[in-house]
């Protein structure tokens, strides 16, 4: 080809590529290639909802969702065969506790509860009033079936306790496979009275509720799970977050008649803030990237001592959830926060160089002529504070500070200061010391007192909560727990599942 066409030729070809772009309609995300469809199991119940919220993603974020829809029994018994999909959404949480312990399900976010009525046509024509109505003769009685539907299951089990359960079951004239199946009976006239939802009876303008104190206990909650066997993880808790979102999937619940939850704000990419005393860096922070990664989230992580970090929060500072160096410096801000977990706990030790020469074996041997300390900062760190109650109360504090030459904000430091050989010893948590033991040497001191307790709370004004709730599974998992002990902490977490 000769040159100038040569060169006409991808001038064309350039200058159609820069006007298909620049034509882009705006606010529309450009994809690479088309993306995987999103599988999700979906108790039948939850139909309309689940199938609007599913519409509204694919046209916001531009990512196919494939639903099947079933009861709830059922789709668990499809999902295990299968081992393939990315999202259980259950009508009954008992089934995604069912999935968890079978190791189907990873996470799970909640969205709603619902609670059993007696439903009727709209008007009542046989008067109906609570359960004894449903065993009259003129009464025709659809039940969803037990081994299939959330509500069937739940029904059966409260009036087997009750003693209701068995006259009921010999009365029905018919076991349906989905709570919308017993409702699309009485919307027909195929039968006069059936025990579903409340939020079911709301989507159906044909029928109405009747309350009944027989079935007003069988209450339960609508949640998602991601799959373990989902080949996209971080795809599948997108659309779970999307699901959870107020101002996204939960608004076609809400209108619904669904009791929904405070969920998590929506965002394409959470952000959010973790307070963190220092001595905790190393065990989490493996898990903080996995994290981030699984979840399509970024964590600001904000590790200092626990008086500093205490001081920001009193002056207004507000993180999603503090990972504190221990109990006693969460206690000042508990306000702030929902309950805390215990994560762990670490012994306060004196770090001293390899073969001991000072000979430190005590607190008080802390307190020889010439010795070169460092403690970390009682005002500014949780291990300060503890060192100084522990110096105080063995009536040492005066004679031990006549020796320190440096206090800190954070242990790590003073480790770096006895790496160079600055100092002679040095007080610090058992945690700080699993990276150094073949260059320096650890006295334990055995005392009431000379240990930590690192709890973890979520933020009660957070806008995330249910994300750092999550995180918090992620650091009481198994592998978490087995960095944290490599790290010298001693476990206090349980374990999730």
Request: proline share 6%; aromatic share 6%; glycine share 8%.
């Amino acid at each position: 080809m000769h040159p100038a066409r040569t060169v006409l030729l991808l001038s064309l070809l350039v200058g159609g590529g820069l006007v298909a772009l620049l034509s882009w309609p705006p606010g529309v995300t450009r994809r690479a290639s088309t993306p995987r469809p999103l599988l999700v199991y979906c108790a039948a119940g939850l139909k309309p909802q689940v199938e609007a919220v599913a519409r509204a993603y694919e046209r916001e974020c531009g990512v196919p969702v494939q639903l099947q829809f079933g009861g709830s029994g059922t789709l668990l018994s499809n999902l295990r065969v299968a081992n393939r999909g990315d999202l259980f959404l259950a009508a009954d949480e008992s089934y995604l506790d069912l999935a968890r312990s079978n190791h189907l399900v990873a996470e799970v976010i909640p969205l709603a509860r619902m609670q059993a009525v007696v439903a009727v046509k709209r008007g009542n024509p046989k008067n109906i009033r609570d359960l004894p109505d449903l065993l009259r003769a003129d009464v025709a009685l659809a039940l969803a079936s037990p081994d299939a539907a959330a509500i069937g299951k739940l029904a059966r089990a409260h009036l087997q306790r009750t003693g209701d359960w068995a006259a009921l079951e010999r009365h029905a004239k018919v076991f349906k496979p989905t709570v919308n199946d017993v409702a699309n009976d009485l919307k027909l006239g195929q039968v006069d009275a059936g025990i579903v939802w409340d939020a079911t009876v709301n989507q159906y303008p044909e029928l109405q509720a009747v309350p009944s104190p027989a079935v007003a206990a069988i209450e339960q909650s609508v949640a998602v799970g991601v799959l373990r066997c989902s080949a996209q993880p971080t795809a599948a808790l997108h659309f779970a977050r999307y699901l959870g979102a107020p101002d996204k999937g939960l608004a076609p619940f809400a209108r619904t008649g669904y009791r929904v939850v405070a969920g998590d704000a929506w965002a394409d990419k959470p952000e959010v803030v973790l307070y963190s005393g220092g001595v905790n860096r190393v065990a989490i922070e493996d898990t903080l990237q996995r994290f981030e990664q699984r979840e399509g989230a970024r964590i600001t992580r904000v590790y200092n001592g626990c008086g500093i970090l205490l001081s920001q929060m009193k002056a207004g500072q507000r993180p999603d959830a503090y990972l504190a160096c221990d109990v006693s410096f969460m206690q000042p801000v508990e306000n702030l926060f929902g309950p805390p977990v215990e994560i762990s706990e670490t012994d306060i030790v004196i770090l001293v160089a390899k073969g001991n020469a000072k000979n430190v074996r005590s607190l008080a041997d802390l307190a020889q002529p010439g010795l070169r300390l460092g403690i970390a900062n009682a005002k500014q760190s949780t291990l300060g504070d503890l060192t100084a109650k522990l110096l105080t109360h063995a009536g040492l504090f005066d004679a031990v500070m006549a020796n320190v030459k440096t206090q800190t904000p954070t242990a790590d430091l003073l480790v770096n200061q006895m790496r160079t050989g600055a100092l002679d010893a040095v007080v610090v948590y058992a945690a700080n010391t699993s990276q150094v033991r073949d260059t320096l040497e650890v006295v334990p001191l055995n005392l009431p007192g000379a240990k930590a307790v690192q709890p973890y709370a979520v933020g009660q004004n957070s806008g995330h909560r249910f994300l750092m709730a999550r995180l918090l599974a992620a650091i009481r998992s198994a592998e978490s727990r087995q960095r944290y002990e490599a790290l010298g902490f001693r476990w206090k977490g349980g374990e999730t599942r």
